[in-house]
């Protein structure tokens, strides 16, 4: 087929190589082809940050992204956030803190939180307004959110000290 | 119930690790084998004639399974949880631009997109029903053919102008409300599958009530409700908008017709143009109160529009009417609503159920009265305040628990009510302070006459642990741990002893739906007359097996000379092929009074919000910056949850006060999707947002519970103008209150 492309990318550590259609998404190579589902997809207009995936440590909006773009590229979802499945201390803040109520803009929410960390690892609690302004949540009205990624930077900072 | 071990601790959500993890798989999630995708040709007209419908093209595009229209519905083209008025697919009309007139399914997604295209319908458009007030004329073009009034309700208590006589100050204003979107963040999506052998069709699509979408569904294919089943937990948000049915119907038919799982997956501007909204509401209020602040009258009229079809439009009415008087006592009362028809997309439930409406227009009422009688506004509320055992204001007897009273007083109490003056003093102009209150007592259940019940059962499981099987749902709202920090509290067990079952019609009994903030209430108390039956199978099984007389205590059962661990009951039980389980079904209980259609309620959660915020007067900006939520919702099960809850019902209840507004122009939508809809992100939410929770315990629960996901998005509204007045002396009577519009309203009082 003319309009196929061969891809290699690294998704969660994984070396992928996969044959898709030039036109494919990024949010459709991993949730339908590779069933990285926990990428969510509430716009697929970069409007609400749901399809938040890490490309080479630097958060982006999957839905707006064609599959072919990370060819040579690395890519982390919410699946492969975790060693071992272990939840990192981000993902155990949002789960103690209460800040997952329906849980769909979860993911995203999460891997934004952890690209803010990583470029920021003591954000002030407008850094991290800011930093999760682009991803919507009509649950929780934010509060446990900002209180959570305020607690994994002060774990995080304590561990590496 | 007082002392606990789980009820009332801040214990994790069972669901919130594998949110985290992204391991959980919502029913948009699922993929099976041999899967089709299934697409809706929505109507090309808000109100028009269908002449012809011909899909001929359609059906011979390559890679095509079905096309369907209302010839292939088999059973009734309808659908509506009150009445069906609502097609499946649309025969002879269109009456909104969210109507669905064909489906089709395909081998892709893009096929299937592609063969909407080629479904050719002719169309005859007729004049588009607008204004609310003009459906009802008679020369009115007719949205229904019996007319355009879905509903007329009229409550009333004492003599209405006798109490305007005998109030010295009287205030009337006319208030109105937008059409605001639920705007949950998965979108409408599922799957549908036909088992030929067994003959059961199984739609999985996340909702709020499985077992009403499985008679809904069985209805319109004619279809026997036991070879239905309906799976909906868990759910990416709902807020309302999912308890009507909104794909699975399609789901059902695309599966039956193609043998095959089909896959509907909506886009947000499908789901946008489609699914209920709230209803935008007119009202008219007339208070009366003497010098000294009691009130004594109060007249409201609604006009509430409720666009193409009736979902639950006559409810959300006669909800605002029972709400408009709010937590207080007034003697005389005559509140009156109409419900109408029209072509402007269509709205139902929506968290608050038309409370959210009339609590806005009375609060900002009262607010409005306390200045003119120059009474503190919350002393004035504490004047007339409800109380248990009081007659409501619309004369039914308030058995159950009210804790409205103590919530006015912490707030009246709060370091940002009590500093509100002396904080003004910190701010230069343009920007000013200000601080509002407002108050809200939320009808909880579905009042009376209308079946309101849950059934839960619990069995042991043959390893020991405990199986509770019930049937509502996870919509985001955190009800399943607080189900099992109840039924823990009985069974005296740890919650990872046990299991339980949401959402599915063919794992549980019915457990009713998630509305009306009534599920862990009605839940609660079902689970604990299925946890005490459990118990006493127990120590009869353990009896028998023992020859003594068996306790149960912590997991073990215990009797004059021997003690045996529950699991080894358990295996006793399951080489003797002996299930041990207890059931329990609990109804509702009701008013002394029948209005008809629901009303009156019997049961209510309360809350007091204070609010305070920052305008600039020059840009019209306004920032919440605090907000105190004060709720009564009986005992909190689960406190975690309860401030979850209030949080985000204020930043819901904020962007409804202040930004949100669903646009709409001759029937068709201008807003569909978040870039013109806009939504508060992190950066917008108040600067504090804090919850102080009021436990009034209530009787008629053994936990003491009621229910907390709708007040905290309804008082915040007003409380928030209320703030705005206080700040800069305007006043807003139409929400919301953008920055043109407050500063169109500073520059024409500034004129006068
Ligand atoms: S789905 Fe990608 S930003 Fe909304
Ligand atoms: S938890 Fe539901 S959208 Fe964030």
């Known amino acids: 087929m003319p309009d196929q492309v061969t891809i290699e990318c690294i998704v969660n550590g994984k070396q992928v190589r996969t044959s898709i259609p030039s036109g494919m998404l990024l949010t459709e190579l991993l949730r339908d082809v590779l069933g990285l589902t926990g990428t969510k997809v509430a716009c697929g207009k970069g409007e609400c940050g749901a399809c938040t995936v890490l490309l080479d440590d630097e958060p982006v909006n999957a839905c707006l992204m064609l599959a072919a773009q990370v060819n040579g590229h690395s890519i982390v979802t919410i699946e492969g956030l975790a060693s071992d499945n272990e939840a990192t201390a981000l993902q155990q803040a949002f789960v103690e803190e209460g800040a997952i109520q329906c849980g769909y803009c979860t993911p995203g929410m999460i891997l934004a939180a952890e690209a803010l960390l990583r470029r920021k690892p003591e954000p002030s609690e407008e850094e991290i307004r800011e930093g999760i302004s682009g991803n919507l949540c009509r649950c929780t009205g934010y509060t446990k959110i900002i209180q959570a990624v305020q607690k994994a930077g002060v774990l995080r900072m304590r561990q590496k000290a | 119930m007082s002392q606990t071990r789980f009820v009332g601790k801040p214990i994790a959500r069972i669901d919130a690790l594998e949110k985290a993890l992204g391991k959980t798989r919502f029913m948009s999630d699922l993929v099976f084998p041999n899967m089709l995708w299934g697409k809706v040709l929505r109507a090309a007209y808000p109100h028009a004639r269908i002449c012809r419908i011909d899909t001929s093209r359609s059906e011979q595009l390559p890679g095509v399974r079905c096309v369907l229209t209302h010839r292939h519905v088999m059973g009734l083209n309808g659908f509506g949880i009150v009445k069906p008025d609502q097609p499946v697919l649309c025969h002879d009309k269109v009456r909104y631009v969210g109507d669905a007139v064909a489906l089709v399914a395909a081998e892709t997604e893009s096929i299937a997109e592609e063969a909407l295209g080629l479904i050719q319908v002719d169309y005859d458009p007729l004049p588009v029903v607008e204004d609310p007030e003009e459906a009802l004329s008679e020369y009115a073009p007719k949205v229904h053919e019996q007319g355009n009034l879905l509903l007329r309700t009229k409550l009333q208590k004492g003599d209405v102008k006798q109490g305007f006589t005998e109030a010295d100050v009287t205030l009337e204003q006319r208030y109105s409300t937008q059409l605001f979107e639920h705007a949950f963040l998965e979108t409408e999506g599922g799957i549908g599958i036909y088992d030929e052998e067994s003959g059961v069709i199984t739609v999985y699509c996340g909702s709020q009530y499985a077992f009403r979408d499985q008679l809904q569904i069985a209805r319109a294919l004619d279809w026997d409700p036991k070879k239905i089943r309906v799976c909906s937990s868990p759910v990416g948000g709902a807020f309302g908008a999912k308890d009507e049915i909104t794909i699975q119907i399609y789901l059902a038919l695309l599966a039956y017709y193609t043998r095959c799982p089909v896959k509907i997956v909506l886009s947000r501007e499908e789901s946008f143009i489609s699914h209920v909204k709230r209803h935008p509401m007119r009202l008219d209020v007339r208070l009366g109160a003497t010098k000294v602040g009691e009130l004594k009258a109060l007249d409201v009229r609604i006009l509430s529009d409720t666009g193409a079809y009736a979902s639950l439009g006559g409810p959300v009415l006669n909800l605002a009417l029972e709400g408009a008087p ?401 700040a800069i002396g305007v006043r807003i009577f139409d929400i919301p209150v953008t920055p043109e519009k407050l500063l169109a309203e500073i520059e024409r009082q500034r004129k006068i």
């Open chain 2, 326 to 726: 709010g937590p207080y006592r007034i003697p005389h009362t005559h509140l009156l609503g109409r419900a109408v028809y029209t072509n402007n997309g269509m709205s139902g439930a929506c968290r608050g159920f038309g409370a959210t409406q009339s609590c806005f227009a009375m609060e900002i009422t009262l607010d409005m009265m306390a200045e003119q009688l120059r009474i503190d506004p919350i002393e004035l509320r504490l004047k007339n305040v409800l109380r248990r055992n009081d007659l409501s204001a619309i004369d039914h007897l308030i058995f159950t628990s009210v804790g409205i009273e103590e919530t006015l007083k912490i707030a009246r109490d709060s370091e940002l009510w009590r500093t509100r003056d002396i904080r003004k003093r910190d701010f230069q102009p343009p920007i000013f302070y200000g601080v509002g209150v407002a108050s809200e007592m939320q009808a909880l259940g579905l009042g009376k006459g209308i079946p309101d019940f849950a059934g839960v059962s619990i069995e042991l499981d043959r390893d020991g642990s405990f199986l509770l099987r019930q049937g509502c749902i996870e919509i985001g709202q955190g009800n399943l741990v607080c189900f099992l920090q109840m039924a823990a509290e009985v069974l005296q067990c740890d919650i990872e002893r046990m299991r339980l079952t949401h959402g599915d019609t063919f794992a549980s009994p019915d457990s009713g739906s998630v509305t009306a903030s009534k599920s862990i209430y009605l839940v609660g108390n079902a689970l604990y007359l299925a946890a005490k039956t459990l118990l006493q199978e127990l120590e009869r099984f353990a009896s028998e097996t023992i020859g003594e007389p068996m306790r149960y205590q912590e997991c073990e059962l215990v009797g004059p000379s021997r003690r045996i661990p529950l699991h080894e009951l358990a295996q006793t039980a399951h080489s003797q092929g002996r299930q041990l389980k207890g059931e329990g079904h609990f109804v509702h209980p009701t008013s002394d009074k029948d209005y008809g259609d629901g009303l009156p309620h019997c049961l209510y959660s309360f809350i007091t919000q204070v609010a305070s915020v920052v305008v600039d007067a020059e840009t019209g900006m306004v920032k919440v910056h605090d907000v105190l939520s004060i709720p009564d919702c009986g005992r909190a099960i689960n406190p975690q949850g309860v401030e979850g809850q209030c949080e985000g019902g204020v930043v819901m209840g904020m962007s409804y006060a202040l930004l949100e507004k669903v646009e709409l122009q001759h029937g068709r939508f201008l807003t569909d999707n978040f870039s013109t809809y806009t939504l508060p992100t992190a950066a917008d939410a108040p600067l504090t947002n804090k919850t102080v929770i009021v436990e009034s315990m209530e009787p008629t629960n053994p936990f003491g519970a009621k229910g907390m996901a709708e007040p905290p998005n309804v008082a915040i509204c007003p409380a928030i103008l209320n703030a705005i007045y206080d």
